[in-house]
């Protein structure tokens, strides 16, 4: 019997669409039938962004303040899956991705529905993830797969890189010399395989051991040096915000946060490698692998 499966995503650049179009390939191919909805918000984000736009929004993700989504219809009342497609924005959910989870349409298709969830970042989901895992549970879903896609280019260049498509509109080489920011194509058309995987499970709704086999295929990688990076400033965000929020010059302190984050990126963050590296690693190795596991689990 084919199945019904609804997938839900936002996107600005597109490459949500592509990660979604090679994903669910499979699926179809095997005569499932593939319900693909791209919401959009009443007022949207521009593509490209500006500098001052992109970092005002950085309170309300923190915060996770959701915004209105435009009319969408869903064919069916019930699906047999759901994938959800989202984006980490200043290591929260993003903006559209939160919308979604609290719309009431859509908390009441995930309710006793499988779920699979797509990210798509720059290198930092734990703390998005984690997130996303918990407003699921809270709407009754299960949660059954997770796939974290990532610019897999050194942290500091990414930085460069992706700004320039941000701020550019152009997924293209920065200063005809940098790596192409985003997700590499290799890697949006190798999600086939995860769906190769999905759909397996799928046709006989028997879900049990489908992370296991994801994450042998590298699905989701989690690197303890960003690890430690992004659960350090997870709680340095939150006190921004309140900075943010309660002062009256709030523009003067969004570009205070913007150029804390060049410090932290440049400055603070080797320092704290190299720190954690000689003090803590070599200590706290069941911790560490402790932590790694719960992010690679669905559960």
Known sequence: MNKKVLAIYYTQSGQMRDIIDNFTAPLAAAGDHVEKVQVKLVSDYPFPWTGQRFYSVMPDCV?????????????????????????????????????????????????????????????????????????????????????????????????????????????DRYLGIFPKPGVSPEDIANTKVYGQTVSKHLMTNDWEGMQ?????????????????????????YTKWVGLIERKQRRHFWLMAFKYYLYVALFVGAPILLTLDAIFIKPFSQKRIKAKTKNYLQVS
């Open 63 to 171: 915060q996770e303040v959701p915004a209105e989504l435009e009319p969408f219809n869903l064919e069916e009342k019930r699906y047999d899956l759901v994938i959800l497609g989202y984006q980490p924005w200043f290591l929260w959910p993003s903006i559209p991705s939160n919308s979604i989870l609290n719309n009431p349409a859509i908390k009441n298709i995930l309710e006793g529905t499988p779920v699979i969830t797509i990210s798509e970042a720059r290198n930092m989901w734990l703390n998005a993830y984690e997130r996303v895992r918990q407003k699921l549970k809270d709407a009754g879903a299960s949660l059954v797969g997770n796939i974290a896609l990532v610019d897999k280019h050194p942290n500091a260049i990414s930085f460069f890189t992706i700004f320039h498509w941000m701020l550019g509109g152009k997924k």
């Open 212 to 236: 296991d086999e994801l994450l042998k295929q590298n699905a989701v990688r989690v690197k303890y040096p960003l690890m430690l990076l992004e659960t350090t400033a997870v709680p340095t």
